[in-house]
């Protein structure tokens, strides 16, 4: 079975990668594909919350860093790993992947950037979920401990 983990360069991304080898069988995965997707025309920069350096660079040089820190989750756990960086719109392209790649799963974070993290699973999520051709592992937020006053 050929695995689409997606990423978007936030923390909740590399939980939801983690979640992923925590349960499955890597005998039982083919291939991992992991997937950043880059906004041609986003007016906010590829957000890389993973990496060990500061990227300064491109947006796409902070989006291989993500892939590279999700990638990364997966050496020597058997399947082979792809990384990926595609550019467009983050729920369509992750779709196409999964049709390209004819995947048995898509894993991909509930509310991995913005104010809502704890409470809504995210668009990308959600559009991933009604439209891909293949089961969605969605990966939602812990939840946050209430601060003492």
């Known amino acids: 079975m050929h695995v689409i983990v997606a990423t978007d360069g936030s923390k909740?991304?590399?939980?939801a990668a983690k979640q992923l080898k925590a349960f499955a069988d890597p005998t039982?995965?083919?291939?991992?594909?992991?997937?950043?997707?880059?906004?041609p025309?986003?007016?906010?920069?590829?957000?890389?919350?993973?990496?060990?350096?500061?990227?300064?660079?491109?947006?796409r040089d902070a989006a291989q860093g993500a892939v590279d820190a999700i990638a990364a989750v997966y050496d020597e756990w058997g399947p082979k790993v792809n990384k990926?960086?595609?550019?467009?719109?983050?729920a369509n392209e992750i779709i196409k992947a999964?049709?390209?790649?004819d995947a048995g799963l898509v894993v991909v974070a509930a509310g991995g950037r913005g104010l809502t993290d704890g409470v809504l699973v995210g668009?990308?999520?959600?559009?991933?979920?009604?439209?891909?051709?293949c089961p969605v592992l969605?990966?939602?937020p812990a939840p946050r401990k209430p601060r003492k006053r």
Do not use: C, M, N
């Open 12 to 15: 909740q991304s590399l939980a």
């Open 28 to 39: 039982k995965i083919t291939e991992i594909s992991v997937v950043a997707v880059i906004r």
């Open 84 to 90: 990926r960086i595609r550019s467009g719109s983050a």
């Open 98 to 101: 999964a049709k390209q790649y």
């Open 123 to 133: 668009s990308t999520a959600q559009r991933v979920q009604h439209y891909a051709p």
């Open 138 to 140: 969605v990966v939602r």
């Open 41 to 59: 025309l986003a007016s906010v920069a590829f957000a890389d919350d993973l990496s060990e350096g500061r990227i300064d660079g491109s947006f």
